[in-house]
């Protein structure tokens, strides 16, 4: 008996383990080792253990003692693993633009002399500038700031002083702001857009209606790939919208639609469309008909019940379409990539720069968490500003 | 309840099970990756097949445009998907230091004599010299741009230009159109007025660039009139004007060449087939055929010294165009890469 009581118990749990294995395997797992990933530093620490523990005893400013050196040298001979080396230094060159010819050079001179002192600072003479042994020295701890620090545009000074970085260097915040700008935007048209639509729908019967959902879900169904080749072929300089244009004598010079801002708006507005008419007409369906003719016959303007009655009982569709909307929109990649110019390229763009081209990991992370953190607080304050409205109501 | 539990478990049974035998399955054939386009086209049909046709086994073939990133993602992830990569002279550097890529045993290959010294690595085997070079329509201007102070002139040549995106090559182009002589150049953009020259001569020319990633954009925005110079590698302008009749014409001078490499990488599940593979490619006999459909060098002397002359004409290795061209130097953008990058991509983005 007492096994059926526990199957009856367990029952419900087991049933959402698979969902919440789910969850942990492929949302908070990935999350934790990115959030590891953009403050973890041990390429260098972990095959410089000697030189660590002599490294405190370097001011930091003359060329480097007899003892850090020797360190240095032994724990180059003790790192056998290629992979972690070039981790090793690749994390240096980063830090100080020269370290990898200066490393390759000194590793091979450590392979050649497996034992003795070796000379560092007449094997190159970079060996004999501190900036090069700042670089190591400021690489030891294991975890590290600077990937957060830059993704936000700043970085520390030699004394350890948080300042600005200078600017000609990186623009990340400018473009945090471009992607929320752009989003933003978007989420405006479709609320424009999809507003009258989704009106339009639920007052339509019959064929008509079927058809007016229908070209709100095609797309849907659609690769999100296709729809924005698609806008490339119509918004084009030879394209369909500006031959037609040019046809009709309506303009005499093509529009520029393509590689610019413009563009990125209307193929974004268009493929974010059925995330707001959809929430937005299922809550139009939920609001009684005849609530417009009642404000009618009390007198009030058509405007006035909308504005005083539809548009206040419709507002959580609303507010659910700008927020998918909106969140959808922060992340785009593909559209911008197509359409947009170098000047339209939002965050995401510069992620996946960092991950697949210059390899850096730590900064591909860093941006994404603050691209993360941003937008919970957005989140917060729209959950914020949503219930007071509930509560006023 | 107690049914569906034990259907539930089944289920989840069966599915785990599928997943490890799939997970077990078929071997993954050989699997090479190029650059696509033309280049990739020929490559399939004097190297690929022939040699899959010799081995008895199959082959994948994939292509890609490059960076670093890419391959140390493979590694990271495992045991890559790739088997022999053509990477360019940078990504062979670092990867071969940071041992992405397996060692190449050269008595395997057999050909190290014959080859040009700089062809020859202990992680890749030369796969043909390109060069990055101004290109334009020969039927649209007559008299077209002879330097890199042209490609900046748009009042004598009015139009768009097209520059590959990214830091490297363009800094050297706009230094060469502010006059610093070829000798020069890396001496001056080791330099941090060199750079901020670079970038500065780059700001005059920003508003009429048009960027280009894959090697196919820039010949296609000439073809369409959207650009009148662009910055193209040579294989593709005769390519094009061999299989679409155009006039497009490269300048020489001032071009800049550099070789890109087949390396194996680390761990590759046909790592052995994959050195069978470069070996093949590498044979002068092999070799001598991929000029006749693409118009790039090749590292193997005894090749190379095969060429018909009308051919021989429009490759970066021969003589004349040699002489006038400047070799990339990989030693200054393995060290300065990641600085000089992340400066371009902020000054793009502004």
């Known amino acids: ?393 | 309840m107690k049914n569906l539990f034990k259907t539930a478990a089944f289920g989840m049974f069966a599915l785990a099970s599928t997943a490890l035998v799939a997970g077990q399955a078929n071997a993954r054939d050989l699997t090479i990756v190029g650059w696509g386009g033309v280049a990739q086209a020929a490559q399939s049909d004097v190297y690929f097949k022939p040699f899959s046709q010799k081995s008895g086994k199959p082959f994948l073939e994939e292509s890609w445009d490059g960076g670093y990133g890419v391959l140390q993602a493979k590694m990271k992830a495992g045991s890559p998907n790739w088997d022999v990569v053509q990477v360019e002279a940078e990504e062979l550097a670092l990867g071969c230091a940071d041992g992405l890529y397996e060692k190449l045993d050269w008595d395997k290959i057999g050909v190290k004599d014959e080859f040009l010294p700089e062809a020859v690595n202990e992680c890749g085997a030369g796969v043909y010299y390109w060069s990055l070079a101004m290109g334009y329509d020969g039927d649209k201007l007559n008299d077209g741009p002879k330097n890199w102070v042209d490609f900046w002139d748009t009042t004598k040549f009015p139009g768009k230009r097209s520059l590959r995106k990214g830091a490297k090559y363009n800094l050297e182009f706009a230094l060469l159109a502010d006059g610093v002589k070829p000798a020069e150049l890396y001496d001056v953009l080791s330099t941090d007025e060199g750079v901020d020259r670079a970038f500065k001569k780059l700001d005059e020319l920003k508003p009429n660039i048009v960027w280009w990633e894959a090697g196919a954009q820039p010949v296609q925005y000439l073809a369409s009139g959207e650009v009148s110079i662009a910055a193209v590698y040579n294989g593709r302008v005769t390519g094009i004007n061999k299989a679409e009749g155009k006039n497009f014409k490269l300048v020489w001078p001032e071009s800049m060449y550099a070789i890109d490499s087949w390396v194996i990488l680390k761990g590759a599940e046909n790592k052995d087939a994959a050195l069978d593979f470069i070996a093949f490619a590498s044979q002068a006999e092999n070799q001598a055929k991929l000029p006749l459909k693409v118009d790039y060098g090749m590292p193997n002397k005894k090749a190379a010294a095969t060429i018909p002359p009308e051919i021989d004409a429009n490759l970066p290795t021969y003589p004349d165009n040699l002489k006038q061209a400047i070799p990339l130097n990989v030693d200054f953008w393995i060290d300065n890469s990641e600085a000089l990058t992340a400066r371009f991509n902020a000054w793009l983005a502004q």
């Open chain 1, 1 to 393: 008996m007492s096994g059926k009581s526990f199957l009856q118990k367990s029952g419900p749990l087991l049933l959402v383990a698979p969902l919440f294995l789910f969850i942990c395997l492929f949302f908070i797992w990935p999350l934790g080792s990115v959030l590891t990933q953009s403050v973890s530093d041990n390429a260098v620490a972990r095959l410089l253990p000697e030189t660590a523990k002599v490294a405190s005893s370097w001011d930091g400013q003359s060329a480097p003692a007899e003892g850090l050196q020797a360190a240095f040298v032994t724990d180059l001979r003790a790192a056998t693993d290629e992979q972690a080396v070039g981790d090793m230094v690749r994390r240096l060159n980063s830090a100080q633009s020269g370290f990898r010819t200066l490393m390759s050079k000194t590793l091979k001179a450590v392979q050649d002399k497996p034992e003795g002192p070796i000379d560092l600072v007449a094997l190159d003479r970079k060996w004999s500038q501190p900036q090069y042994w700042k670089a190591i020295t400021d690489a030891l701890s294991p975890t590290t700031d600077r990937y957060l620090l830059a993704a936000v545009d700043l970085m520390r000074n030699d004394a350890g002083e948080i300042i600005s970085q200078p600017p000609k260097q990186t623009i990340n915040v400018a473009i945090f702001g471009r992607t929320f700008w752009i989003s933003a935007t978007v989420t405006i048209f479709c609320v424009l857009l999809g507003y009258p639509y989704a009106l339009l729908i639920t007052v339509a019967t019959g064929w008509k209606k079927q058809a007016l959902l229908a070209a709100v879900l095609l797309p849907l169904w659609t690769s999100l790939l296709v729809r924005t080749a698609a806008w490339f072929i119509l918004l084009q300089e030879q394209g369909l919208i500006n031959s037609a244009l040019m046809d009709l004598n309506i303009i005499a010079d093509p529009l520029a639609l393509i590689f610019n801002r413009t563009g990125v708006i209307i193929a974004m507005t268009h493929v974010s469309l059925p995330m707001m008419v959809l929430p937005i007409y299922s809550v139009l369906l939920t609001i009684p008909k005849n609530l417009m003719p009642a404000a009618a016959s009390l007198g009030a303007h058509p405007l006035r019940a909308f504005v005083r009655v539809l548009l206040p009982l419709s507002f959580g569709g609303i507010a659910a379409g700008s927020l998918l909307v909106f969140m959808s929109a922060i992340g785009y990649y593909i559209t911008p990539a197509l359409i947009g110019g170098a000047g339209d390229q939002m965050i995401s763009s510069f992620i996946a720069f960092h991950a697949q081209n210059s390899g850096n990991w730590g900064m591909a992370s860093a941006l994404g968490i603050v691209l993360l953190v941003v937008t919970i607080i957005l989140y917060a304050v729209y959950e914020r500003l949503a219930t007071q409205r509930e509560r006023s109501a």
